[in-house]
């Protein structure tokens, strides 16, 4: 086969592939936001949900983050944040207060897969995502 052909070849097979791609003006939803990012708090002396947890940010800011029973597990929604290190504290009744430095950072869509029309979503984490709280004494 000429060369010519086999560029030709490629071109097609890759159009073809596009084709079949979400693209972002095909609907696609971003769902992953700051708002989401959610941290788990556990027991160090039992398994499943502890009722009570309260989570306060210290540093840089001082605010609450809610916390509520999520069926097994605790969870605290770390909300709109810019990203970049916070402290926090945990508590809850007959247990240890605990202060964690969360990480919550931020990764931007693909600049790539935007020249190429393809949908890609920022993502946004935190860690640790777990946090363990002892018993009181």
Do not use: H
């Amino acid at each position: 086969m000429p060369r010519s052909d086999t560029w030709g070849c490629a071109a097609l097979a890759l159009a073809a592939v596009l084709m079949f791609l979400p693209s972002c003006g095909g609907g696609c939803e971003c769902v992953s936001d700051s708002r989401n990012v959610t941290v788990t708090v556990t027991s160090a002396s039992k398994s499943g949900a502890i009722d009570g947890v309260e989570a306060t940010i210290i540093s840089p800011i001082k605010e609450t983050m809610p916390c509520q029973v999520n069926g097994s597990a605790t969870e605290c929604v770390f909300g709109e944040r810019k990203p970049g290190k916070y402290s926090v504290q945990f508590t809850a009744p007959g247990y240890q207060p605990k202060t964690v430095t969360l990480t919550l950072t931020y990764r931007p869509p693909s600049s790539i897969d935007d020249a190429l029309g393809l949908c890609t979503c920022p993502f946004y984490g935190v860690g640790p995502s777990n946090v363990t709280l002892e018993p009181a004494s």
